[in-house]
């Protein structure tokens, strides 16, 4: 990337097709652009928190903020054009703190697409990654996100309409998500057509070159793992080494990706429903994986048929809420079995504890700084899936069958449908150091999509035994092995992963 929105954003993000690293516009640059260094902003511990700082590691963070340096970089809105209309990219730049042995620069990118990255050095230094003792950690926010420069359209999401998707309501908001998506991409033509992982990959080579670095090493995560492929596939000379976690596959099609993570979504559900079935005298769900599941189903069908508002709750409960927590991580799995408790009795009007735990928040999978007028704009410029309404209606109606829990969250109409701007392509190559780490079970990018990438471009496949987007560099055990294999070159096939939960007690209770 999960619910359907959610779900598209994390993983529709993939593939463009035939430019080649040596086109003349590319040439036309070799000049050394220049950073404007400058003061960094400001940000409050609210904003803080919002990004997942506890409070613990305020104090630390505006440590390292004190040392980071702050700047923009200007660069081609159009590379065909590049003496042509000048963007502004917004980077951050945490040194080494082993500059005597220091090995170059590590541009970092965490996914969306439309996450911002400016404050990804700080944030992984604050969590112990350990990345930049040899390297200075490089972070930005792509074009179009953040503060580098952009533009804003409406938002692209309707209304929801809690209930059971019935084909009318559905072709009203695929008409619906199809207007947004011409008035949207009318706006601003010339830049939205420029919002390209293509783009962005020449633009990390820009900074590349502004830092003076003849070779510059990448982490990047989710999104960020198809922004890796490509810069590697535009700039062969230009990457030094090369860490993608949770890797998306290596062709862009979103209704493809739409069925790959349904079933990685099913099979997490199974996953947890067997998980509860072990713990009958805490959850009363059932004794087996298969009577789990049916209380589920019995459970989605009910408050798809009686959705439940809840006076404290901003969010009427029914089947695709349902839906979207039997597919969460094993680290959420007691809260999610007690909600599963807690609504075969609820009738309000407050909410139970454990449902204002899990849905309380913001949906499962959302990042608080993911631009969404950009995640459109990527999205649909790469996007070489149908964007029909019959086949994503027909492809939904036969995930509602193939799982009847799970398929309720998925999307039932294309994100692009309606946008009219040309599919932009760029052809992948392999070759150069790399390592693509795959997580078994998790769903935002399915372990599938990993395999499939490795076999397109090569490098180093890492199986990693958990079901948690991204933890590769959260995992204490697996972030030694990347650091290893940065300082080092060492590489490995296998890196911990993050544990399921072991405890029988209900949330709450220690």
């Known amino acids: ?37 400058r003061e960094c902003p400001e940000y409050s511990d609210d904003e803080l928190r919002s990004r ?28 065909a054009d590049p003496g042509g209309q000048q963007i502004s990219i917004a980077l951050t730049r945490l040194k080494a703190t082993d500059q005597e042995h220091r090995l170059g620069s590590m541009v970092l990118n965490p996914g969306g697409p439309g996450g911002s990255g400016y404050l990804m050095p700080l944030e992984l230094a604050v969590k112990g990654a350990g990345l930049g003792g040899r390297y200075d950690l490089i972070g930005f926010d792509p074009r179009g996100v953040g503060r580098s420069t952009k533009v804003a359209c ?7 309409r809690p209930g059971p998707v019935t084909e009318a309501w559905a072709r009203e908001v695929y008409a619906e998500t ?64 090369m860490w ?20 990685a979504t099913d099979r997490e559900f199974r996953r947890m429903a067997a998980w509860i079935a072990d713990r009958d005298g805490t959850y009363g769900l059932g004794t087996s994986r298969e009577q789990v599941m049916a209380t589920v189903e019995k459970l989605r069908r009910s408050f798809d048929a009686e ?56 949906p499962s999978g959302a990042a608080a700084s993911t631009d969404r ?14 964007r029909s309404f019959e086949a994503a209606w027909n492809a939904y109606r036969k995930r509602m069958k193939r799982y009847p829990v799970t398929g309720r969250a998925t999307p039932f109409v294309p994100m692009c449908a309606g946008w009219p701007l040309p599919v932009q392509e760029t052809r992948l190559r392999g070759g150069g150091s790399l390592m693509l780490s795959g997580h078994l079970y998790e769903t935002l990018s ?39 294999y940065f300082e080092t070159g060492r590489r490995t096939r296998t890196c911990p992963g993050a544990p399921l939960p072991a405890s029988t007690e209900t949330p709450g209770r220690g």
């Open 1 to 37: 990337m999960v619910s359907a929105t959610a779900t598209t954003a994390a993983l529709g993000t993939l593939l463009m097709g035939s430019l080649a690293a040596g086109t003349p516009a590319v040439a036309e640059l070799d000049r050394r652009p220049a950073v404007v260094w």
């Open 52 to 79: 997942g700082l506890r409070e613990e590691e305020l104090a630390a963070f505006r440590q390292l903020l004190g040392r980071t340096e702050c700047g923009t970089l200007a660069v081609p809105l159009d590379y």
């Open 154 to 160: 409406a938002d692209g999401q309707g209304d929801r």
């Open 178 to 241: 199809a207007e947004r998506n011409r008035e949207c991409a009318a706006s601003d033509p010339a830049f939205l057509g420029q919002l390209t992982t293509a783009n962005v990959a020449r633009d990390i080579d820009r900074i590349r070159a502004a830092l003076d670095e003849r070779k510059i090493s990448f982490f990047g995560v989710s999104w960020g793992t198809w922004l890796g492929a490509v810069l590697r596939s535009l700039f062969p000379g230009k990457v030094e080494r």
């Open 244 to 263: 993608l976690d949770s890797v998306a596959p290596p062709t862009s099609r979103t209704d493809r990706a739409t069925e790959l993570r349904a079933g």
């Open 307 to 362: 959705p439940l508002t809840f006076s404290d709750l901003d969010l009427t409960v029914d089947g695709a809420v349902i839906a979207d927590v039997a597919g969460r991580p094993g680290f959420a799995w007691p809260d999610v079995a007690q909600l599963f408790k807690e609504l075969l009795t609820a009738e309000g009007p407050s909410a139970p504890p454990a449902v204002r735990k899990v849905l309380g928040g913001p």
């Open 373 to 386: 007028t950009a995640n459109r704009a990527f999205h649909c410029n790469e996007d070489q899936g149908s």
């Open 446 to 484: 399915p372990y599938e999509g990993t395999v499939a990438m490795h076999e397109a471009i090569g490098g180093t496949l890492v199986t990693i035994d958990d079901d948690v987007h991204g933890s590769a560099i959260r995992t204490p055990g697996c972030a030694a092995k990347i650091v290893d």
